[in-house]
Each structure stands twice: as structure tokens, then as C-alpha cells.
């Protein structure tokens, strides 16, 4: 049986009163420059400050690390404030700052979760083999902090795109939904909805290619998916949204029909256990396969 959701405040800052902000992680690399014009757009769409945040390892504080503040080698200070100036270029009302502190980048950045509505940072292109493009960094991040965090790869982004959000129907998802309609109706887009269901045990392999079985299936769980959305769909009549419920493996569903989404939206659980990725393995498969940015969304 599923797990109804209500409806919450909207999730903005505009909404709920909050006056937060979007922080980018930035090291001046491709892809946390690209993930910082993404969080630059967000901000400004948001009608939020945007935070460039740069973290330093505590060992790389001496002399010996530290490169001349020169033309050639120019200091995390003088990078933060040209990626500053580029951004005001494109967003000329956004409000930015830049911060660039010593510490280890993962605990800076989820520190900085408490104040910020998301974190957004770069993830590697996919190369020739896919698989482990994110980094430990990202994904730890991703991992500890309690607000939504996105993975943004360099040159991969359709800003027009719907949302793409998966939703497991037998858990809690008010977070994950909350979120979701919210972006949706700042965007002024469209979300399409996926639950991934698999044949129970009982069916059997011989079951499987009965067609009346699938329908069957199909329509039961594209019913509890609907029951879910009904109060959401009420709270925000002027997003559009279409709901699917297809047999198989949800990541591998949500990495082949999020080409061309404009964001693609998962859950993770909170858990309290020191091993594991802590994600889950939905999210985990679709941070490091998926080619569109990827929203993860902490849950209760």
C-alpha cells in the first residue's frame, strides 16, 4: 500500500518567507564553472543570493602550497571574483558573494546546507566508459547535507526541459514532491513523473508474457501513483503533469527518459549508518549515469 503525502509550504524562500540562498561549490575547474552559471540561473530564478563557496584542504595551508597571487597562478580569491564578475554579467541583479575558506571541502559545503534552499556543484563528463563520473567529493556532499543538492556536468543542459522525477510510491515522498512542483512552477515547466514496478514472486516467469498480467499491473500501479499526486496536483493546478508506471529497474527507467529533461529529481533516505553511499541505489546509479542534472533530494 502507498504512502500518502500532503502537500507543504512550497519549498522557496519567496514562499515560506526564509530568506536563503543557492551555494555553488567552485574550485575553477570546467565543470564547477558550468555548475556555477547552473546555480547562478537558479539563484536568479529563485530571487535568492548565490553563494560561490571554495574549500581548501587543511594540509595545503603552508607556504609550499600556496601558488603566487600572480597572472599565471592567481589566488582562489582573485578566480572567485572573476567567476563573480562573469555571473553579474549574466544575472545583472543577482545578488553574489564568494568565500574562500580552509577546511575539508565536504564539511564546508554541507555546512553550508543549514542556510541554503540547494547545493550545486560540478560532476565529470561521462567518458569512454560510464560509470564513477561524479567524485568523492560530490557524492559525499551529497551524501551529509540535509537540503537538495545537484550534480551539474559540464555542457549537459536543457534549462527548457520538463522535470523528469522518479517516485517509489511505497515510502514517504512529501520532500521529493514538494520539491518538484516547486522548481516546476518557477520554471514555468512541466514534470513527468516515473514509478518503477517489478512482478511479484508469486506470478511467476511463465505469468510474465501474459499480456492481461502487465495490464493488470500496470494499471494498479499508475493508480497509486495518481492517488499520491492528487493533493499536489490540486496545490499547484498550473503545473502540467504527466504520470507513468512501467515494469523494470527504476535508474535504468529514469537514465533513458531523463535525455532532454531539464532537471532530473531522486530521493535519498537519511540514515544514521556510517557505511554505505547512504543514497540508495536508485540515486546512486542516476547521479553517476544520467546525462541531464541531477537533483537529490533528502528524505525523512
Not at 580569491?77 to 564568494?98: C, M, N, T, Y
Not at 575539508?104 to 556543484?121: E, H, K
Not at 537519511?270 to 546525462?291: E, K, N
Amino acid at each position: 500500500m502507498a504512502r500518502t503525502s500532503s502537500p507543504a509550504e512550497p519549498a522557496g524562500s519567496r514562499a515560506s518567507g526564509r530568506i536563503g540562498s543557492v551555494v555553488a561549490g567552485f574550485d575553477a575547474s570546467a565543470q564547477s564553472s558550468r555548475a556555477a552559471y547552473w546555480a547562478a540561473r537558479e539563484a536568479d530564478l529563485r530571487t535568492v543570493p548565490l553563494r560561490l563557496l571554495h574549500a581548501r584542504e587543511p594540509y595545503a595551508r603552508g607556504p609550499a602550497f600556496r601558488a603566487p597571487d600572480s597572472r599565471d597562478h592567481p589566488s582562489p580569491q582573485r578566480l572567485l571574483a572573476q567567476k563573480a564578475d562573469e555571473l553579474h554579467r549574466a544575472f545583472p541583479g543577482l545578488d553574489i558573494s564568494v568565500r574562500s575558506v580552509d577546511g575539508r571541502p565536504v564539511d564546508v559545503l554541507s555546512g553550508s546546507a543549514g542556510v541554503s534552499d540547494m547545493i550545486v556543484l560540478g560532476a565529470r563528463a561521462l567518458g569512454p566508459v560510464r560509470g564513477f563520473v561524479l567524485g568523492s567529493v560530490s557524492l559525499a556532499v551529497t551524501c551529509a547535507a540535509n537540503c537538495p543538492v545537484v550534480s551539474v556536468r559540464a555542457g549537459r543542459d536543457n534549462p527548457y526541459g520538463d522535470l523528469l522525477v522518479g517516485v517509489d510510491v511505497d515510502d514517504p515522498c512529501e520532500a521529493l514532491l514538494n520539491f518538484s512542483f516547486d522548481e516546476a512552477q518557477q520554471r514555468g515547466c512541466g514534470i513527468r513523473f516515473l514509478s518503477a514496478w517489478a512482478l511479484p514472486p508469486l506470478v511467476g516467469y511463465g505469468a510474465a508474457y501474459d499480456p492481461r498480467v502487465h495490464a493488470q499491473l500496470e494499471m494498479s500501479a499508475r493508480a497509486t501513483l495518481d492517488d499520491v499526486l492528487v493533493p499536489w496536483r490540486k496545490r499547484y493546478p498550473g503545473v502540467r503533469t504527466t504520470a507513468q508506471a512501467d515494469p523494470g529497474h527504476g535508474a535504468t527507467q529514469l537514465v533513458e527518459r531523463g535525455r532532454g529533461a531539464g532537471l532530473t529529481v531522486v530521493g535519498r533516505r537519511i540514515r544514521d549508518s556510517r557505511l554505505g553511499t547512504h543514497i540508495g541505489p536508485v540515486a546512486h546509479a542516476v547521479l553517476h549515469h544520467a546525462r541531464t542534472p541531477v537533483a537529490v533530494v533528502p528524505l525523512t
